[in-house]
């Protein structure tokens, strides 16, 4: 884990972002996710450069340089789910990792609905990461069912829907049907898999 | 509108109104579906109605949350310190929760009638309450799938389960209608097109959604509500039980964190 000193970025940011693992899912950061929607950064001036003091003669032999205010740090995240009860869990994880990253940061950790999270935010090493876990990434959308159109909103909610098979993570196999469109949490539906006859969980295309 | 800086003062007043709607009907339904996990018919039903309950309970939450940034309330303090009479939620989750059939009924036309109520709410001019309506529109995709299921499969099966639909439809008609009772403040709503539509309008394209359905399963279109300028008050006896359950350990305990 890194500890940054100075000034940080957004990127160094991302980058402990990547390492913070969804609560039930360890393989996968809440980054190959899609939860992390943006973040900023806003250096605060020093109460030295405030009062206009920064450049005085003793500021330097204070240990104070000019931009050494503190960092106010905001990260968005969007709810997988509404009533996701891991939100929380969450927010205090990435608040952690921040503080660790930036300890004397203001570090502020908010929930957006200010776009909706979709299974399309899922990356391609989220993908993998789920499946590896033993879940089926939800399937991708055929261009016909894209839920989102050219300039990225939602599409109408018609295309929402379960497919009746999905590839097993265990097995493979194509062999598969729905049992229940609910599973142990809100973004899972759950499979059997007639090949290796084993149920397994596959994340809903919301 | 950005955010609750914007509004006019009649607006905002109206708006908490609406929003106490919203939530209190999520909210109670959410605990009358969660009174089936562990005794639901079937393992794959316990499952769905656990869930389902937990979704409603989170749409609740999220409600109870924009009321909260207009009022400085907590959203715990609005769902658990009022009394049964504060509560705002409409008769067609005042039942309780009765048998299978009744579940999957009430399910079926609260869902139809709230995907019609959201998808008018999400052009709301509010932007928090649009944002919001945008993400719970997809989830409840999945519930009005689940409802719309049960209710073909109820309708299609000979004997006992229709006739307990049926019995369902009956006792429920009268009341399905006062999802859309209208408000006091309705003026000042749509004045300020934070709700894009009156109710009687939303009422409208809900029975228009609804006919053709019921139509083709041979089902009883449920009429107009009985007492639509109390839809959302006098809570009945069994709404009087369920708020004893929900709020007994936050009357225990106010401060306990769970």
């Known amino acids: 884990m890194t500890v940054v000193a100075g000034p940080i970025t957004p990127a160094e940011i991302w980058a402990a972002l990547a390492e913070v693992p969804d609560p039930e899912i360890p393989l996968v950061s809440i980054v190959d996710l899609g939860i992390v929607r943006a973040v900023t950064v806003t250096r605060l001036p020093s109460p030295e450069v405030a009062d206009g003091r920064a450049d005085a003669p003793g500021g330097i032999a204070r240990g104070i340089e000019a931009s050494d205010g503190p960092d106010r740090v905001r990260v968005e995240l969007l709810p997988t789910f509404v009533g996701c009860p891991a939100l929380e869990v969450m927010r205090e994880a990435v608040r952690e990792r921040l503080e660790l990253l930036a300890p004397g940061a203001e570090v502020a950790v908010e929930f957006t609905f200010a776009e909706p999270w979709s299974t399309e935010r899922i990356t391609p090493t989220g993908r993998d990461g789920l499946r590896r876990s033993g879940f089926a990434p939800p399937e991708t959308q055929g261009p016909g069912q894209d839920p989102r159109d050219a300039s990225g909103r939602p599409r109408d909610l018609a295309l929402l829907q379960l497919a009746p098979a999905m590839t097993c993570p265990h097995c493979g196999s194509r062999r598969t049907r729905l049992e229940n469109a609910f599973g142990p949490a809100l973004c899972r539906a759950i499979y059997h898999c007639a090949a290796c006859r084993q149920p397994f969980e596959a994340f809903k295309a919301v | ?258």
């Open chain 2, 1 to 258: 509108m950005s955010g609750p800086a914007a509004l006019s003062p009649r607006a905002q007043a109206a708006l908490e109104e609406l929003l106490l709607v919203l939530a209190d009907d999520e909210f109670v339904l959410g605990y009358w579906d969660s009174e089936w996990t562990g005794i639901a018919p079937l393992l794959e039903e316990d499952v769905a109605m656990s869930s389902l309950a937990q979704d409603e309970i989170g749409h609740a939450r999220a409600y109870y949350g924009l009321l909260g940034e207009l009022t400085g309330r907590d959203p715990d303090a609005i769902a658990y310190d009022r009394d049964p009479d504060a509560f705002r939620h409409c008769r067609l989750v005042d039942h309780a929760r009765g048998d299978w059939a009744f579940t999957m009924a009430r399910r079926y036309l609260y869902d139809t009638a709230d995907a019609t109520r959201l998808a008018a709410l999400a052009a709301s001019s509010y932007r928090p309450l649009a944002e919001l309506v945008a993400k719970v529109r997809r989830e409840e995709t999945y519930h009005l799938a689940h409802a719309d299921g049960w209710l073909r499969r109820l309708a299609a099966a000979e004997g006992e389960g229709r006739e307990r639909l049926l019995a369902a439809l009956a006792a429920l008609g009268p009341d399905a209608a006062t999802v859309f009772t209208p408000f006091g403040s309705e003026g000042d709503l749509l004045k300020a097109g934070i709700l894009p539509f009156p109710s009687v309008e939303l009422e409208r394209r809900w029975r228009d959604a609804i006919r053709p359905v019921f139509a083709q399963l041979g089902l009883p279109l449920p009429g107009a509500a009985a007492d639509p300028a109390r839809g959302r008050t006098d809570h009945s006896v069994a709404f009087r039980w369920l708020w004893g359950e929900f709020t007994a350990v936050r009357r225990l305990d106010p401060a306990a964190a769970w």
